[in-house]
């Protein structure tokens, strides 16, 4: 018996097929309603096809979006320069992408809520600024500065979050304003040189350079992480199968499993591939894939995961399912503030340094647009921290293609908010979709 047949049995059996009269003739015999997913099942890959085009013309267009623009904007810019794909350009892609995505993760927590965190480019200059003035005219631990600059941010996204949560005041009004304040502190902690080279021998920055963990065994190291992101897929996926099962509810046969775990697997190792090709995996890279697993799991495996998405999706229905909406609020915004300290310690990395220009520009709204490009709804509710990869997959794609064609700055803004509006489009046609769809 294969396993489709399998699932559509357990399934049939533990939920006893739920029935329900019509509702226009109470008297009429009962009529058997069958989850959806088993039916799909049971047409193999017929039915998912048909799942497929029923998603995509409901609105439910999930990543797609991102992928295809992926294909084409490597398309686009491998025949413009073809140095684009080269094993290089992508390993340069994949660490600098990470400082912003950083930023990128917290600001999700901040979307799902339907709200904005303005701020966080000012905490990250903040952040990386009292981390080398901790350093270098103090002599604190580096160690002990990052940790002091973390827990600042942190505790500047709970405060703003206070004020939200419970003064009342909207969050754009406060984060704008933590915009201009933290960014004058930094300013403030410049001086008048507007620079602190921190040594590059110090822990962090060091650290979060372009080197690896694994040293002289970089190739080897790649392949390492790729295995281990298969197995845990893998081991997860058999588990939460085992778990639906026991539980009494629709669950995917091992078929489906083993086919997901074998494209993420040609994915992690055609990665890995390419980036010993250059200088391997980068510690940047690492540790931003690892935040996005951790996060991944909070939101979607612990029950303060739900709480975000049930504010995000109403807030008096989170309040009178008993959940504490100022306390969601405040220690979202926290998060959005912790993560921006991060990634400002990421900045310091890559530069080796504090200046004026760390968590400036344009870094803020790349954040954000990475975040909404990737698939996270600007209305609230809808999103995955992963959205931080794609979409930072799609901006660093596009400045660093640009780079290479020498397109002047004002081009790349200039096609990064083209990109960024068309990623909102296409969420609001999504939802009007899943709305006629009764879908929303």
Known sequence: MSDTSKV??????????????????????????VDPRLLVREEGLK????????????????????????????????????RFLSADNLSNISYFMSATGMLAIGLVFVLLLGEIDLSVGSVSGLASTLFAVFVVNHGVNAWLALVLAVLTGVGIGALQGWFFARIGVPAFVVTLAGFLGWN????????????????????????????????????????????????SMLVGSFG????????????????EIL??????????????????????VSNALVIFLGALVVVDFVLRRTTYGRKIFAVGGGIEAARRAGISVPMVRITVFA???GFAAVGGMFFAGQTASATLNAGGGNTLMLAIAAAVIGGTSLFGGRGSVWSALLGMLVIQSIQTGLDLLNMN???????????LLGAVVIDSVSRKSQKAAGRA
């Open 335 to 337: 998060i959005s503030g």
């Open 8 to 33: 559509t049995k357990s399934d049939s059996e533990l939920e006893q097929q739920d029935t329900v009269a019509p509702a226009d003739d109470p008297t009429a015999a009962p009529v058997t309603v």
């Open 47 to 82: 039915g998912y096809v048909t799942e497929f085009k029923r998603k995509v013309k409901g609105g439910e267009l999930g990543s797609l979006p991102v992928f295809v623009g992926l294909i084409i904007i490597w398309t686009i810019f491998q025949f413009q320069n073809d």
């Open 240 to 255: 939460e199968q085992r778990r639906r099962r026991a539980a009494g509810v629709p669950f995917r046969p091992t078929s």
């Open 259 to 280: 086919v997901r775990v074998g494209a993420l697997a040609v994915a992690s190792f055609a990665a890995a591939v390419v980036l010993n090709n250059a200088a391997g």
């Open 409 to 419: 700055t004002s081009i790349q803004y200039m096609i990064t908010g083209a990109v």
């Open 184 to 231: 004058g502190l930094m300013l403030w902690l410049l001086g008048s040189s507007g620079t602190i080279n921190v040594p590059s021998e110090s822990g962090p920055v060091h650290l979060l350079g372009q080197s690896s963990f694994f040293m002289d065994q970089a190739v080897i190291g790649a392949y390492v992480l790729a295995g281990l992101g298969v197995l």
